[in-house]
């Protein structure tokens, strides 16, 4: 019997029992709870569409510890190192380079792995027991910045500390949950002007991809200018002290290994590569572990050592010390913290309903009325795992549109979304190798990501400048103010503005119709009043 036939006998006895055990779960309990023949699909399915979806999110893990670490957690001037001829840590320590204080912010960043693979679990495991729906939760891209960036500033240089900006994740969320219990999140959705709500998608995608294009959290390749404010970096050297280049421009061996990973990640998107990005930042990462080079993660330096120390556990699991619940709400009744949570409440409503709409159509959940089977309780699912989430110290937990990959592989049923919280549970285990990706690996994904959500932007009418303008505000303002708050308000401010003329104008023509109204029941009055008084 030659090689081909074995090889054919082989695949054959191997479909033979994959339809067995396929048959055998529809049939249990299990696959009745899961509805797995009513909605014409099987375990193995399944169970490819959730390993398609988990391969397409699992970036999430090192991408959003990296972006939440940034703002430097619970780390405080006091984990400083004192230099030698001082008495004291200067308040600019936190800003620069500081043994002390790197070594809180990487133990803060093995807590947010952690915290960020739990929530994951949490809201994916719930939403396929109880929503029944092949989706993929974790927290969200655009969020996270905004917490980290926006709100608690890099480095804890901002105006709320990351105790408050947890706080007001919480109450977000809770206030998401008791809308989509009462059932009224569409009408809210519906207030925000269009073209606002339609540029919000690919504003928070150039902040993010402006965030990975930077020196400290990305690629490397835009740094500060004095004088223009931005200007191309990617230089062999940072002067720690004044953020000055030093040793050419372009010539940043972490920059040209990112993008070698960047073209990786788009070939392999091109192709329809299911888990091109985690390729990508897993060619970047491996290359980046190698010491001894110009463009390892692991130089010779104390902290150096410590990670490499650390990452040579490779199995190990790692205990939150830091960011459980921290939550405070000292500082809470300030105008900016308003204004976040009001940010972070219509961005998670708008999100979550685009996604999950978007998500039903893809696998043909809708029915004529336009809703689909499980609505409500994917609502009150993704809202509770936003209030978990807080709770462990990240950003609002939304679903993810990577979740069509599982989709497209054939999920039907929360059998997937079992699934992909089963391969999150693995990732626990694995906190060395997930707290040693290189901000470098991450950048060019951050990138991809604002590529992806910029697709809205063709839903917007350019032709109609009452819209057009707003969604460009919307759109400009938020990376070049570094706030997805101000882009937001920017936009709607604009939109009302400009519809102060046709509000006017109604106003004016209500008033006209009032007016003859009016006056056309005067004259029937007097007309009845003369009749009168001829019958007399």
């Known amino acids: 019997m030659g090689f081909g036939a074995s090889l054919k006998k082989l695949s054959n006895s191997w479909k033979k029992i994959e339809m067995s055990v396929n048959d055998a779960i529809s049939k249990s309990k299990v696959g009745k709870f ?27 893990i090192t991408v959003n510890a990296t972006i939440i670490a940034d703002s430097g957690g619970t780390c405080l001037m006091a984990d400083c190192t004192v230099p030698a001829n001082q008495t004291a840590a200067s308040p600019d320590c936190m800003l620069k380079p500081n043994l002390g204080f790197d070594n809180c912010v990487s133990k803060t960043k093995s807590d947010l792995v952690v915290a960020t693979i739990l929530s994951a679990m949490i809201g994916s495991f719930a939403m396929g027991v109880l929503a029944n729906l092949p989706l ?48 009224v999140r569409a009408k809210i959705a519906r207030l925000m002007p269009k073209p606002v709500r339609l540029a919000c998608g690919a504003g928070i995608g150039l902040f993010i991809a402006f965030v990975g294009l930077q020196i400290h959290q ?44 960047f073209l990786m990640t788009c070939y392999g998107l091109m192709k329809e590569i299911k888990g091109s990005m985690i ?16 463009f390892t993660i692991f ?27 921290v939550i405070s ?25 685009g996604t999950l709409y978007t998500m039903a159509e ?93 697709k809205v932007v063709k839903d917007i009418n350019w032709e109609n400048i009452k819209e057009a303008v707003p969604a460009f505000v919307t759109m400009s303002i938020m990376p070049l103010t570094y706030s997805i708050a101000n882009g937001i308000i920017g936009g709607i401010g604009v939109y009302i503005a400009l519809s102060l003329y046709d509000l006017m104008l109604g106003f004016i023509k209500w008033v006209n119709k009032m007016r003859k109204m009016v006056i056309k029941e005067q004259n029937q009055v007097s007309n009845g009043v003369e009749s009168m008084v001829e019958i007399i």
Request: glycine share 12%.
């Open 362 to 454: 893809i696998g043909g959940f809708l029915d004529d009325k336009g809703s689909f089977e499980g609505e409500y309780l994917a609502y009150i699912v993704d809202a509770s795992s936003t209030i978990v989430g807080s709770a462990l110290g990240v950003s609002p937990v939304a679903t993810y549109v990577e979740s069509s990959a599982g989709i497209k592989e054939g999920g039907r049923t929360g059998l997937t979304a079992v699934v992909i919280a089963f391969y999150f549970f693995l990732s626990l285990f694995f906190t060395p190798l997930l707290t040693s990706v290189p901000p470098w690996a991450i950048g060019p994904s951050l990138v991809i990501v604002g590529v992806m959500m910029m």
């Open 279 to 294: 390729y990508g930042i897993s060619f970047i990462t491996l290359v980046s572990w190698i010491r001894g080079t110009s």
């Open 329 to 353: 709400f000292s500082h809470f009744n300030r105008p900016e913290v308003w204004i976040a949570l009001v940010t972070l409440l219509y961005v998670d409503v708008l999100a979550t309903t």
């Open 299 to 325: 130089p010779k330096t104390p902290l150096g050592d410590t990670n490499y120390n650390y990452f040579k556990k490779v199995v190990d699991f790692h205990k939150i010390e830091s960011t459980f619940g």
């Open 218 to 261: 990305g690629v490397g390749l835009i740094g500060s200018d004095p004088t223009t404010l931005v200007t191309i970096s990617a230089c062999a050297k940072i002067d720690p002290i004044s953020n000055t280049c030093v040793g050419g421009k372009m010539r940043s061996p972490t920059f040209w290994l990112a993008m070698v990973g």
């Open 34 to 60: 899961f509805k797995l023949e009513a909605r014409k699909t099987c375990f193995t399915r399944e169970i490819r569409a959730g390993t398609a979806t988990f391969l397409t999110m699992a970036y999430i």
């Open 136 to 183: 993929g939760l974790a927290p969200g891209m655009g969020p996270n910045a905004y917490l980290a960036y926006n709100l608690v500033g890099f480095h804890g240089s901002g105006s709320i500390s990351y105790q408050t900006a947890l706080a007001v994740v919480l109450i977000e969320g809770c206030a998401f949950l008791a809308i989509s219990t009462l059932g």
